[in-house]
Nanobody
């Protein structure tokens, strides 16, 4: 499975941005897809996940501001980020979890996309 993330960039505090992650390859082996992020000098942290059936989970820090969605026909997961804060600045990594794996752990990883929230 290959994952291609896109959509990062520079945005002002309070602004919005949408990340996309397209999956290709052995898609039938995948259940959950989601996102982690890693700020400079910090560990990689879970952000959000969505299963093929549409169940979702979010990190407390982003709940109510970020929305994860998925287009199974396009094998693509989206992360709509709103009310962005400077502390959301990080490299965002998409992941995919195989059937039977934890929703919150990646078996496959995409390249990171940088999100910078700054005025």
């Amino acid at each position: 499975v290959q994952l291609q993330a896109s959509g990062g960039g520079l945005v002002q505090p309070g602004g919005s941005l949408r990340l996309s992650c397209a999956a290709s390859g052995s898609i039938f082996t995948i259940n959950a897809m989601g996102w982690y992020r890693q700020a400079p000098g910090k560990q990689r942290d879970f952000v959000a996940t969505i299963t093929s059936a549409g169940s979702t989970d979010y990190a407390y820090a982003v709940k109510g501001r970020f929305t994860i969605s998925r287009d199974n026909a396009k094998n693509t997961v989206y992360l709509q980020m709103s009310s962005l804060k400077p502390e959301d600045t990080a490299v965002y990594y998409c992941y995919a979890a195989r059937q039977g794996s934890s929703w919150h752990m990646g078996d496959y990883w995409g390249q990171g996309t940088l999100v910078t929230v700054s005025s």
